[in-house]
């Protein structure tokens, strides 16, 4: 199994940044496809980016593309998520998760959640 602990996450103003970590342990880390996730109060958990086991291949949900970033260093077994010029509307707990599918997107394809960290972006 793999356990991921997410860590990064507190309050910033708009416009603002914050970089999100994921630690990963258990397993190869390489092995995952990696992905960061979000759930607002009263609002489905929803994907916010997602990296391939290999290469550079990223890929974004339209609400943060251009303005988010996620990377991988698979010697640290580490995931980052660098979020910049944040918006309110970014408030939420912040999840990382390891999926052994090729690019997924919908929580159900993913095998393994962190407990996740807050994120809040006051106006």
């Known amino acids: 199994q793999v356990q991921l602990v997410e860590s990064g996450g507190g309050l910033v103003q708009a416009g603002g940044s914050l970089r999100l970590s994921c630690a990963a342990s258990?397993?190869?880390?390489?092995?995952?496809?990696m992905g960061w996730f979000r759930q607002a109060p009263g609002k489905e958990r929803e994907f916010v980016a997602g990296?391939?086991?290999?290469?550079?291949?990223?890929y974004y949900s339209d609400s943060v593309k251009g303005r988010f970033t996620i990377s991988r260093d698979n010697a640290k077994n580490t995931l980052s998520l660098q979020m910049n010029s944040l918006k309110p509307e970014d408030t939420a707990v912040y999840y990382c998760?390891?999926?052994?599918?090729?690019?997924?997107?919908?929580?159900?394809?993913?095998?393994?959640w962190g407990q996740g960290t807050q994120v809040t972006v006051s106006s």
């Open positions: 998760a390891a999926s052994r599918r090729v690019a997924p997107i919908e929580p159900d394809e993913y095998d393994y």
């Open positions: 258990g397993r190869t880390f390489s092995s995952y496809t």
């Open positions: 990296m391939r086991r290999t290469g550079s291949s990223t």
